[in-house]
């Protein structure tokens, strides 16, 4: 793997001064050491901006750039990075302050990516953690291919996992101008670069820790708890709403989509708007999918409910 590569790493951060300091320090130990940081501080109250100016002092030959976040919640605070990537940056990747990168992490996903053309996007599963680190398990291993019906209903492409090239990140620059009202930024990309006919890989090796705490702005999906309140969250129609603001974001890029995932997106479009039998049946035309069992069986009923 070419040594000179440049990473550019998005760091999004509000109040993350308590484990701040343990994710820079994995960052240090990547094997791929070529890599730059953009971390964008929003609107702190603890020590996480003062915690990023000590970390760029300390290591004067590390390019460090640290601006103040929009102040419109975690997602538009991502995707304003987008803007501040230097321009000899070949790839990109999303960090969250309260992960830790395994140290092969960059090595590998540039690996990844080094082996295709055109936009690509590379994420995958997680090691669970707690506070302190202590191993909980793993998130679940996604089987089906990623793809534009997946990513309408399903985001697999957690952002702590990201990375994607320079080819992606021009489809999201043209994109991101009209991202209102998103819920999270990572699910987003996962449309906009699929929708686009980028090449999204999923990879089934875990190379980040998910730390699991009392702050996290999104936590693992996968326990039954977990289970049960996305299952009430359903009924109470926040997915419908999810779908609501991405078809709004979607909408105005809809050109950018391939022929055929205009098509898809324009029957699920159209699906949302019909009764019952019009809903299932569109539901079918476009293909849309879930990765798991339980996860398809949820979006039948979503359907059928008119929940989707």
Known sequence: MPSDQNVAILLGVHNGATYLDEQLNSLLAQTHSNWSLVASCDAATDRTCETLRAFALRHPGRVVTIVDGPQSGFARNFLSMLDQVPADADFVAFCDHDDFWKPEKLAHQIDVLDQIDGPALTCGRTELVDAVLRPMGTSPLFSKEPHFANALVQNIAGGNTMIFNRAALSLLRQAAPVANGIISHDWWCYQVLSGAGATVIYDPQPLVLYRQHGGNQ???????????????????????????????????????????????????????????????????????????????????????????
């Open 218 to 308: 999104i936590g693992t999906n996968s326990t039954f708890i977990a289970k049960m309140i996305r299952i009430r969250a359903l009924f109470a129609g926040r997915f419908r709403d999810w779908n609501d603001a991405m078809v709004c974001s979607l909408l105005p890029i809809r050109d950018m989509l391939t022929a055929e995932n205009r098509r898809v997106f324009d029957l699920f479009v159209d699906m949302r708007r019909q009764g019952i039998v019009g809903r299932v049946r569109g539901a079918h035309r476009a293909g849309i999918y879930r990765q798991t069992r339980s996860g398809q069986i949820s979006l039948f009923v979503g359907v059928a409910f008119g929940l989707v």
